[in-house]
């Protein structure tokens, strides 16, 4: 038996990181968003007071890029020193956006904050109560050492109580994410280590009890695919090595996701009543929210919900209705996967140029399978004509892939029938 103790894991703090692909939104949520990835670390660091935590652990990926600005230097400095004041030490890596090289010592950070060196793993002790509690091993990103399998590094003293690892990287396979610092589950589990603590994946997940292997996510959901809470995780080691994890949300700002059917619906007074209630639901949840909308299905709104500028003069009117509220649902992006009153399971039956159309798409969409869409996808791309998009083409994701696809199934039929067919 050990002195039981408890330390909070987060990771990916992005300080001062923009929201991704939003125009401004208005006085109120341009000041929420501009300060959403500070907020976050400043609940971080109230929850490890509040909760007299013995370690803060930060897995990587502080700063947003390598050219960090001062602003966010100065406000991680400041909360640090809140920790140093209650002797609350802080154990962290550098990760892939704030690698080793690009650190800019124009703040100096209090003495409580260990980083792990880049050039080979290090080992630091956590004491409680005068004793020795843990091991904490961690090293951190260079950009040489990007593509090399850290976690294969460190070796463990025979000795610890209790080992905890930092890293900066990929587990296994993590679609749709950059691999930095890969690693096999299987070479986790060989390891003696007891909690493997990784940053970079922005989902929380724990991949694997006894040993734990976690992701805590990110603390501030930065665009519209981090949907709902962000935060962090208050773990508690018992005195036999049970280990308990507590997800507690800091994320200053939500996102989310809603989905509106405009099937039954009949006139646009009655899509903005299904916006309102829809914000109703999420305004539960007592955060600010950045809300997308995406309108499903058939009906006579769809020839509205496909004009963009109807779609606009929507989100303008919901964004309208949230003036002054502190915790304010703004929709920011209304997509339109509705389509036309067309019977396209009758229409494939048909031997006609509608029908082989449709049976063409069926065959070039057969599994719907996401390598099936990344390879669409990177067929695109390697497109000569795609380099004039320039920095855009990142955009082009599989998802994006997928609702063009969607789409093409009944634009394609509908423009074969000709116009007379919705007339």
């Known amino acids: 038996m050990t002195i039981p103790f408890r330390f909070i894991q987060c990771g990916d703090l992005h300080l001062g990181a923009p929201f991704g692909y939003l125009k401004t939104l208005g006085r109120q949520a341009d000041e929420a968003v501009r300060y959403a990835t500070y907020r976050a670390f400043e609940g971080v660091?109230?929850?490890?007071?509040?909760?007299?935590?013995?370690?803060?652990?930060?897995?990587?990926?502080?700063?947003?890029?390598?050219?960090?600005?001062?602003?966010?230097?100065?406000?991680?400095?400041?909360?640090?020193?809140?920790?140093?004041?209650?002797?609350?030490?802080?154990?962290?890596?550098?990760?892939?956006?704030?690698?080793?090289?690009?650190?800019?010592?124009?703040?100096n950070l209090p003495t409580n904050v260990h980083i792990f060196s880049a050039n080979e793993p290090e080992r630091r002790s956590l004491i409680v109560q005068g004793r020795e509690v843990a091991g904490i091993y961690g090293m951190s990103i260079s950009r040489k050492n990007s593509d090399v399998d850290l976690a294969s590094q460190i070796k463990v003293r025979a000795d610890d109580v209790f080992s905890i690892a930092l890293i900066h990287g990929t587990v296994g396979s993590q679609p749709n994410h950059v691999t930095t610092a890969p690693c096999s589950m299987d070479t986790l589990l060989r390891s003696p280590i007891n909690y493997w603590a990784f940053g970079h994946i922005h989902k929380r997940q724990v991949l694997h009890e006894v040993p734990y292997v976690v992701?805590?996510?990110?603390?501030?959901?930065?665009?519209?695919?981090?949907?709902?809470p962000k935060g962090c995780y208050l773990v508690t080691v018992g005195g036999n090595g049970r280990v308990l994890l507590d997800f507690r949300e800091t994320g200053a700002i939500r996102f989310?996701?809603?989905?509106?059917?405009?099937?039954?619906?009949?006139?646009?007074?009655?899509?903005?009543?299904?916006?309102?209630?829809?914000?109703?639901?999420?305004?539960?949840?007592?955060?600010?929210?950045?809300?997308?909308?995406?309108?499903?299905?058939?009906?006579p709104l769809h020839r509205a919900a496909a004009d963009e500028s109807t779609r606009q003069m929507w989100m303008e009117a919901a964004r309208d209705e949230e003036a002054h509220r502190i915790h304010f649902i703004l929709p920011y992006r209304i997509i339109d996967e509705t389509w036309p009153e067309i019977d396209l399971a009758e229409r494939r039956q048909l031997h006609d140029m509608v029908g082989d159309y449709l049976a063409a798409y069926d065959a070039a969409v057969a599994d719907g399978s996401d390598e099936s869409i990344i390879k669409l996808r990177d067929t695109v791309l390697a497109r000569p004509e795609t380099k004039r998009l320039g920095l855009y083409r990142h955009m082009l994701t599989p998802e994006l892939v997928r609702r063009a696809l969607r789409r093409a199934e009944t634009e394609g039929a509908l423009r074969l029938l000709g116009d007379s067919y919705e007339d």
């Open 215 to 228: 992701y805590a996510g990110n603390t501030q959901g930065l665009h519209g695919k981090e949907v709902g």
């Open 45 to 107: 660091v109230q929850l490890a007071l509040d909760e007299q935590v013995d370690a803060l652990l930060i897995t990587g990926d502080v700063y947003n890029s390598d050219d960090h600005n001062l602003e966010a230097q100065v406000r991680f400095a400041r909360e640090c020193e809140r920790l140093q004041e209650a002797h609350i030490p802080v154990f962290m890596v550098q990760g892939n956006h704030d690698p080793a090289e690009s650190w800019q010592a124009h703040v």
């Open 256 to 299: 989310a996701k809603s989905h509106i059917d405009i099937t039954g619906l009949r006139t646009s007074a009655e899509l903005e009543e299904m916006i309102r209630h829809k914000k109703e639901m999420l305004r539960k949840g007592k955060k600010p929210v950045l809300q997308e909308i995406v309108l499903t299905g058939s009906g």
